[in-house]
């Protein structure tokens, strides 16, 4: 390669026929000829990238060509924008197949970043000549891949087109010099060694070359069947641009390309393999990139174990040990450990210590964790899990220009991120919302759009605050797939609102179930889609009415009484729901005696769930403000008798109906301890539908224990019946038993245990005088009501006047308002 103002002398000039040869291309470091320099690289590889920069300021090419997608030649001038921030992707998808895509990522560290970013400062053409993405992805298409990254620890990478079973060239080189960890042997022999003194800068390549020479000799193309066809189409493109820029060409590839590229090949065997190739049309931009996608943990094979690791390596301009030790040390100060300036001090010693008893030449990432784990962590791993995840691989998220190619959708969602200050993220953090206020509002209703259209961005968590319906609380974390989520998103329309509305109509159009649509409903309303709901509830009562499942109905329900909730804090529309829920309500009431007869034990425990649910729908239907429930909870208790005494119906579900008949005050506690004697002392009944009442009555996780704890009577019955079930049948019943009693707390289950030890008439905490029922008092103890209630004012969010007016002068009056309060 000469020297700037040297003429070159064009090379690959075929003849006449196109033919030509690869064979007078430079060796690096050699003298130059006529051919291109190959920089032979470890994709992310800080000691790959500092050299690519090293050997091209001293060789000065007139061209750049870079392994990557040729779509991508004209985004190659982003790269020096100033709101360009790695790392960052090329995202190719097919254009009437969003979903089929790939991705090439690149970190500030990548010598393919490097090299590109030199190009432009430099004046210098840069180009991509890697086979073209309309052939990848339809390749991808034919064989049934995923649009996954594929690439090996050497750098070769599959960009979703189906990669195959291959040989990983880092870890064969570090067997053959003696190491157990590739990682580390390239730590010693790449990453702690400096960029030579001048004139040596393309030393690293030609060493790199022959070993990748010697391992292709032996293994071909490494079981990859789609490497000669790449590197085919790289050759070809290597000689154009020979031929437009003479013997200047500088090439940063994979080094596990480079000796194909040096092969002697002729263009007409070239061409031949590319023939033929099928091809899809194809769009191209940058999007963000995570340094946690860039690791190898999250499935991508090319990735590296310690992205933050690397990036520190590549831009420590002196002294990385020291500098990367104090980040350590800053991180843990953060999160309130106690580190000092001689915690760094010391661990820096350690980590040379370690370096040189291991015969290393510099600490590495090994040396400087096990210095931190010991100094700093005082040998915990538990804040070492933390520096790992934070700093050695980190949650940078990086960062595209507006300019960027994108779709409509894409912009839209960008423009609303920034109008609303939600701005993705790589790391996970929680948001809460309060519905009343506009911001949160927009927030929420935007969120919920996305999930419609399959862009998970965040995901509904349990609120830490109250639990009225005006909070909201969601875990948020931005992933580089959603981009192509997006993008698939984008055929539903240009905004998110409008692609939401049309995909919500689509899945009413084509749900399967009764219990899909009113689910959608749900969704509908939290997402305020006013122009869907038409459609979907119109699909809800054809659906509605069409389906005789008591199941069905039983499972549609819920969703359907909760979406009768939002009303008031969206301030949606919630009528044609309303006439929807009082219809399947007479349907379920109607339906659900007969359908609750002869049911084996797999199906009562289904209609045991869809039984609890029809009850908590009912009690939420019960205040909603529709014509014609004032009698609904009424009807419902009724049912619940009727179930809870027919000898048809399985006994779990017996025991439920009169457990929940108990709790809304429907049963009185001598009549539910009547009729669990009444099973459990009756001859004809079996053992096993006995347990399976006991189930019902006390399992499930509803509270169960507590009531047998605090009701001597209950507890006796059960105590009574199960030491006179006879030894024959106690095998078949001890199942449904331990199932029942393990669903309790443990602190429940060891007091069970000691007052079952005590026997009849123990006392569970102080005798209490004057008890009206066994385990209970006689009435409120206001005193001991007064005590708690600034911790529930707490729970429950209300300010001291509010919750004084609510709830008056005494602990009965306060406990009462505060109920009101949660109501």
Same mark, same amino acid.
């Given at each position: 390669?000469?020297?700037?103002?040297?003429?070159?002398?064009?090379?690959?000039?075929?003849?006449?026929?196109?033919?030509?040869?690869?064979?007078?291309?430079?060796?690096?470091?050699?003298?130059?000829?006529?051919?291109?320099?190959?920089?032979?690289?470890?994709?992310?590889?800080?000691?790959?990238?500092?050299?690519?920069?090293?050997?091209?300021?001293?060789?000065?090419?007139?061209?750049?060509?870079?392994?990557?997608?040729?779509?991508?030649?004209?985004?190659?001038?982003?790269?020096?924008?100033?709101?360009?921030?790695?790392?960052?992707?090329?995202?190719?998808?097919?254009?009437?197949?969003?979903?089929?895509?790939?991705?090439?990522?690149?970190?500030?560290?990548?010598?393919?970043?490097?090299?590109?970013?030199?190009?432009?400062?430099?004046?210098?053409?840069?180009?991509?000549?890697?086979?073209?993405?309309?052939?990848?992805?339809?390749?991808?298409?034919?064989?049934?891949?995923?649009?996954?990254?594929?690439?090996?620890?050497?750098?070769?990478?599959?960009?979703?087109?189906?990669?195959?079973?291959?040989?990983?060239?880092?870890?064969?080189?570090?067997?053959?010099?003696?190491?157990?960890?590739?990682?580390?042997?390239?730590?010693?022999?790449?990453?702690?060694?400096?960029?030579?003194?001048?004139?040596?800068?393309?030393?690293?390549?030609?060493?790199?070359?022959?070993?990748?020479?010697?391992?292709?000799?032996?293994?071909?193309?490494?079981?990859?069947?789609?490497?000669?066809?790449?590197?085919?189409?790289?050759?070809?493109?290597?000689?154009?641009?020979?031929?437009?820029?003479?013997?200047?060409?500088?090439? &940063?590839?994979? @080094?596990?390309?480079?000796?194909? #590229?040096? /092969?002697?090949? %002729?263009? $007409?065997?070239? *061409?031949?393999? +590319? !023939?033929?190739?099928?091809?899809?049309?194809?769009?191209?931009?940058?999007?963000?990139?995570?340094?946690?996608?860039?690791?190898?943990?999250?499935?991508?094979?090319?990735?590296?174990?310690?992205?933050?690791?690397?990036?520190?390596?590549?831009?420590?301009?002196?002294?990385?040990?020291?500098?990367?030790?104090?980040?350590?040390?800053?991180?843990?100060?953060?999160?309130?450990?106690?580190?000092?300036?001689?915690?760094?001090?010391?661990?820096?010693?350690?980590?040379?210590?370690?370096?040189?008893?291991?015969?290393?030449?510099?600490?590495?990432?090994?040396?400087?964790?096990?210095?931190?784990?010991?100094?700093?962590?005082?040998?915990?791993?538990?804040?070492?899990?933390?520096?790992?995840?934070?700093?050695?691989?980190?949650?940078?998220?990086?960062? &595209?220009?507006? @300019?960027?190619?994108?779709?409509? #959708?894409? /912009?839209?969602? %960008?423009? $609303?991120?920034? *109008?609303?200050? +939600? !701005?993705?993220?790589?790391?996970?953090?929680?948001?809460?919302?309060?519905?009343?206020?506009?911001?949160?509002?927009?927030?929420?209703?935007?969120?919920?759009?996305?999930?419609?259209?399959?862009?998970?961005?965040?995901?509904?968590?349990?609120?830490?605050?109250?639990?009225?319906?005006?909070?909201?609380?969601?875990?948020?974390?931005?992933?580089?797939?959603?981009?192509?989520?997006?993008?698939?998103?984008?055929?539903?329309?240009?905004?998110?609102?409008?692609?939401?509305?049309?995909?919500?109509?689509?899945?009413?159009?084509?749900?399967?179930?009764?219990?899909?649509?009113?689910?959608?409903?749900?969704?509908?309303?939290?997402?305020?889609?006013?122009?869907?709901?038409?459609?979907?509830?119109?699909?809800?009562?054809?659906?509605?009415?069409?389906?005789?499942?008591?199941?069905?109905?039983?499972?549609? #329900?819920?969703?359907?009484?909760?979406?009768?909730?939002?009303?008031?804090?969206?301030?949606?529309?919630?009528?044609?729901?309303?006439?929807?829920?009082?219809?399947?309500?007479?349907?379920?009431?109607?339906?659900?005696?007969?359908?609750?007869?002869?049911?084996?034990?797999?199906?009562?425990?289904?209609?045991?769930?869809?039984?609890?649910?029809?009850?908590?729908?009912?009690?939420?239907?019960?205040?909603?403000?529709?014509?014609?429930?004032?009698?609904?909870?009424?009807?419902?208790?009724?049912?619940?008798?009727?179930?809870?005494?027919?000898?048809?119906?399985?006994?779990?579900?017996?025991?439920?109906?009169?457990?929940?008949?108990?709790?809304?005050?429907?049963?009185?506690?001598?009549?539910?301890?009547?009729?669990?004697?009444?099973?459990?002392?009756?001859?004809?009944?079996?053992?096993?539908?006995?347990?399976?009442?006991?189930?019902?009555?006390?399992?499930?996780?509803?509270?169960?224990?507590?009531?047998?704890?605090?009701?001597?009577?209950?507890?006796?019955?059960?105590?009574?019946?199960?030491?006179?079930?006879?030894?024959?049948?106690?095998?078949?019943?001890?199942?449904?038993?331990?199932?029942?009693?393990?669903?309790?707390?443990?602190?429940?289950?060891?007091?069970?245990?000691?007052?079952?030890?005590?026997?009849?008439?123990?006392?569970?905490?102080?005798?209490?005088?004057?008890?009206?029922?066994?385990?209970?008092?006689?009435?409120?103890?206001?005193?001991?009501?007064?005590?708690?209630?600034?911790?529930?004012?707490?729970?429950?969010?209300?300010?001291?006047?509010?919750?004084?007016?609510?709830?008056?002068?005494?602990?009965?009056?306060?406990?009462?308002?505060?109920?009101?309060?949660?109501?």
């Amino acid at each position: 390669m000469p020297g700037a103002g040297v003429p070159a002398r064009r090379g690959f000039e075929g003849d006449g026929d196109g033919m030509g040869d690869m064979s007078d291309v430079d060796r690096p470091g050699g003298v130059r000829g006529t051919g291109p320099l190959l920089l032979g690289v470890r994709h992310h590889g800080p000691g790959s990238a500092r050299a690519v920069r090293a050997a091209l300021e001293e060789t000065r090419p007139e061209a750049v060509l870079v392994e990557g997608p040729p779509e991508a030649n004209d985004l190659i001038p982003l790269a020096v924008h100033e709101d360009m921030r790695p790392p960052v992707a090329l995202l190719a998808h097919a254009v009437d197949e969003p979903g089929r895509s790939a991705f090439w990522p690149l970190a500030g560290f990548s010598p393919e970043w490097v090299a590109i970013r030199w190009a432009l400062e430099h004046g210098v053409p840069a180009r991509f000549i890697d086979l073209p993405a309309v052939h990848s992805l339809a390749w991808s298409k034919e064989e049934e891949g995923g649009p996954e990254d594929r690439e090996t620890a050497d750098g070769e990478r599959a960009s979703g087109a189906g990669a195959g079973v291959r040989i990983d060239p880092l870890a064969v080189l570090a067997e053959a010099a003696g190491y157990d960890d590739a990682e580390r042997w390239w730590e010693d022999v790449v990453e702690h060694r400096g960029v030579g003194e001048k004139g040596e800068a393309l030393a690293p390549f030609t060493v790199l070359e022959e070993a990748m020479t010697a391992l292709r000799e032996e293994g071909g193309s490494g079981g990859h069947d789609q490497d000669p066809v790449r590197e085919a189409y790289m050759r070809l493109q290597i000689r154009a641009a020979q031929r437009e820029f003479g013997g200047g060409v500088a090439v &940063v590839c994979g @080094a596990w390309h480079v000796p194909a #590229l040096r /092969r002697r090949t %002729t263009v $007409t065997a070239d *061409r031949a393999l +590319l !023939k033929g190739l099928p091809k899809v049309r194809a769009d191209m931009t940058w999007v963000p990139w995570t340094n946690r996608r860039l690791s190898r943990f999250s499935g991508y094979g090319a990735g590296i174990t310690s992205p933050g690791w690397y990036g520190h390596l590549f831009g420590a301009v002196d002294r990385p040990v020291e500098r990367w030790m104090t980040k350590v040390a800053g991180l843990l100060r953060a999160e309130d450990r106690i580190v000092s300036s001689a915690h760094v001090i010391e661990a820096v010693r350690l980590a040379d210590a370690l370096a040189a008893m291991r015969g290393r030449p510099l600490p590495g990432l090994g040396e400087t964790t096990d210095a931190v784990r010991a100094v700093m962590c005082e040998g915990s791993d538990v804040p070492l899990a933390l520096v790992h995840d934070r700093l050695v691989v980190g949650d940078v998220l990086g960062e &595209v220009p507006a @300019a960027a190619p994108a779709v409509p #959708l894409q /912009r839209d969602l %960008t423009r $609303t991120q920034r *109008r609303l200050r +939600l !701005k993705p993220e790589a790391a996970e953090r929680e948001l809460e919302l309060d519905l009343r206020k506009e911001t949160d509002g927009e927030r929420s209703r935007l969120l919920h759009r996305l999930r419609l259209l399959a862009v998970d961005w965040g995901e509904p968590v349990a609120s830490y605050g109250s639990t009225g319906t005006f909070r909201e609380a969601w875990r948020l974390r931005w992933e580089p797939e959603l981009s192509v989520r997006v993008a698939e998103a984008g055929i539903w329309g240009t905004t998110v609102r409008a692609a939401a509305t049309a995909r919500a109509e689509a899945d009413a159009e084509a749900a399967q179930g009764l219990a899909d649509v009113t689910g959608l409903a749900e969704r509908c309303l939290l997402a305020e889609l006013p122009d869907a709901l038409p459609t979907v509830m119109r699909i809800l009562a054809d659906r509605a009415a069409l389906d005789s499942d008591v199941g069905h109905l039983a499972r549609a #329900l819920p969703a359907l009484v909760r979406s009768l909730r939002y009303g008031d804090v969206r301030g949606t529309g919630s009528g044609a729901l309303a006439e929807v829920a009082a219809g399947l309500a007479e349907r379920i009431l109607v339906g659900l005696p007969p359908a609750c007869a002869g049911l084996d034990a797999d199906a009562a425990d289904e209609m045991r769930g869809h039984l609890d649910a029809v009850h908590g729908a009912v009690g939420l239907l019960g205040d909603a403000p529709a014509p014609g429930h004032g009698d609904l909870r009424t009807r419902w208790a009724s049912v619940l008798r009727t179930l809870a005494t027919r000898d048809t119906v399985p006994g779990v579900i017996r025991g439920r109906s009169v457990r929940l008949l108990l709790d809304d005050g429907e049963l009185a506690h001598d009549e539910a301890a009547r009729q669990m004697g009444l099973v459990l002392s009756s001859p004809g009944t079996a053992p096993a539908d006995a347990a399976a009442w006991i189930e019902g009555f006390v399992g499930g996780g509803s509270g169960g224990g507590l009531l047998l704890v605090h009701d001597e009577r209950l507890r006796g019955l059960v105590d009574a019946w199960l030491t006179g079930v006879p030894a024959e049948a106690f095998t078949d019943v001890l199942p449904l038993l331990r199932r029942t009693f393990s669903a309790y707390e443990s602190g429940v289950r060891r007091t069970l245990g000691e007052l079952v030890r005590r026997g009849p008439g123990a006392p569970v905490g102080p005798a209490t005088a004057g008890c009206g029922a066994p385990g209970f008092a006689a009435g409120l103890d206001t005193a001991r009501a007064d005590a708690v209630l600034p911790v529930v004012r707490l729970l429950l969010g209300l300010d001291e006047d509010r919750a004084a007016a609510r709830g008056g002068e005494g602990g009965g009056g306060a406990c009462a308002g505060l109920v009101e309060a949660a109501r």
